[in-house]
């Protein structure tokens, strides 16, 4: 009796570990998509950069801060409609959140998965 019930909990131990190697995740190795610029565009790219590094810099936010806080301001003071107030706001975040939105929209089209 006791080598049948080794056997059965043999064959149990053994039906566990198939189905838990079959459902563990497998490892896929993707290819890495690495963005090339055409060729002769480097002074193109170059420029965007910095005008990129401009828009997005310590100017600009210094400039949003500012705009943020007048808009509150005519807000409160019943000088601006709340709808538009909102709208000034939700459009700065989408200025400074732009790379993290851009990232997100390529990592699901790619398939890479934001994050």
């Given at each position: ?13 053994k039906a566990l570990a198939v189905a838990a ?11 890495t998509i690495q963005p090339q610029n055409p ?46 107030g909102a709208t000034v706001i939700v459009g ?24």
């Amino acid at each position: 009796m006791s080598t049948v019930r080794s056997f059965n909990q043999l064959t149990m131990v053994k039906a566990l570990a198939v189905a838990a190697a079959a459902a563990a995740p497998r490892i896929v190795h993707a290819q890495t998509i690495q963005p090339q610029n055409p060729a002769g565009s480097g002074p193109i790219v170059a420029a965007l950069s910095w005008l990129q590094g401009t828009l997005l810099g310590n100017v600009a936010t210094a400039v949003a801060v500012m705009a943020v806080a007048a808009v509150g301001f005519m807000m409160l003071t019943g000088r601006m409609n709340w709808r538009f107030g909102a709208t000034v706001i939700v459009g700065c975040f989408v200025l400074f959140g732009a790379g993290a939105i851009v990232s997100g929209i390529q990592g699901a089209a790619t398939g890479t998965g934001a994050g």
